[in-house]
């Protein structure tokens, strides 16, 4: 069993930061690739940024600069540091984790969401 909890959302003016964290908890052999999605309103799920475990890092080019990805390995935790951030924003942001349990394919997990509202 496999489990991703979110935290760091909330409600922020425009311009305002927040930061993300995403802790994958359970049976874990492997933690591969990590990344971060959000979910407006009627309209699909997309990608925001992503890092592997090597910490190579790629991001949406709607936040490039003004959202750093990163991890820490030794606690399987994987963050998103939001800064300038625009009523745009607004949506839910959820974590992805490719994990190999060491029981059959690594598969992906997603954590239960944030919801982040940008707004003055």
């Known amino acids: 069993q496999v489990q991703l909890v979110e935290s760091g959302g909330g409600l922020v003016q425009p311009g305002g930061s927040l930061r993300l964290s995403c802790a994958a908890s359970g049976s874990i052999f492997s933690l591969n690739g990590m990344g971060w999605y959000r979910q407006a309103p009627g309209k699909q799920r997309d990608l925001v940024a992503a890092i592997t475990s090597g910490g190579s890092t790629n991001y949406a080019d709607s936040v490039k600069g003004r959202f750093t990805i990163s991890r820490d390995n030794a606690k399987n935790t994987v963050y998103l540091q939001m800064n300038s951030l625009k009523p745009e924003d607004t949506a839910v942001y959820s974590c992805?984790?490719?994990?190999?349990?060491?029981?059959?394919?690594?598969?992906?997990?997603w954590g239960q969401g944030t919801q982040v509202t940008v707004s003055s």
């Open positions: 992805n984790a490719h994990i190999d349990t060491g029981w059959g394919p690594a598969l992906d997990y």
